[in-house]
């Protein structure tokens, strides 16, 4: 080969196992969010035991090696769906964010407006079919509800028992939950949702908002 030949062309570096190629990095989520939209749909699409770290590894185009790198365990990314559906900061602010006397009307009108977005639906009743039929599963969701979500929005409350009336609350709407949008059961699961916000938010403004 002269000078003025061209360089043949350097062969590809061999591609790190678990790792996105630069090109993807690039061009759509990185490896972690990809992971955790993939750990969604799997848990969504086949319940929390017939999903496996395997199984989201290969939804997301990774290796098994990298889910347990960031995630650890199939509870640690079950906890990590949880928290990036429910959004724990978003729901706080949106409970808290106003008067105080509007309490139960805005935990109502969140959490119905959660449910009742496709999107958000569908691992939502993951997360509540998991917990409900297995042990691992409702454990994390239980740590999730009390120590994110319940603790925080109780630390606000000017109420007597803040925690306990906070579980009444969320016992509540996870009733309405089990049988709107699991159980279907009518005429409940057909009624509109500012019919359900109206019956349902004095009840939540008695248990977060009266001493």
Do not use: C
């Amino acid at each position: 080969m002269t000078e003025d030949s061209p360089a043949a062309p350097s062969p590809p570096a061999p591609r790190r196992r678990g790792r996105p190629s630069r090109k993807a990095a690039s061009e759509g989520p990185d490896a972690r969010t990809r992971i955790l939209e993939a750990a969604r749909t799997e848990f969504a699409e086949r319940g929390y035991d017939k999903t496996s770290i395997r199984g989201i590894a290969k939804a997301a185009g990774v290796d098994a090696a990298l889910v347990h790198h960031y995630f650890g365990t199939k509870d640690e990314v079950f906890a990590a769906a949880v928290e990036v559906t429910f959004e724990p900061a978003l729901v706080v602010h949106t409970v808290l964010g106003g008067p105080p006397e509007g309490l139960g009307e805005r935990l109502a009108r969140f959490f119905l407006s959660v449910w009742e977005d496709p999107a958000t639906r569908s691992p939502l009743l993951a997360i509540l079919r998991s917990a409900v039929t297995h042990e691992a599963a409702a454990n994390v969701l239980r740590d999730f509800v009390l120590r994110r979500l319940l603790e925080r929005i109780a630390a606000e409350l000017d109420v007597p028992d803040a925690t306990f009336r906070a579980e009444l609350a969320a016992s509540h709407m996870l009733g309405i939950a089990m049988l709107r949008y699991v159980i279907r059961a009518e005429p409940l699961a057909s009624a509109d949702p500012e019919d359900i916000v109206a019956m349902v938010a004095p009840t939540l403004q008695r248990y977060l908002g009266e001493r």
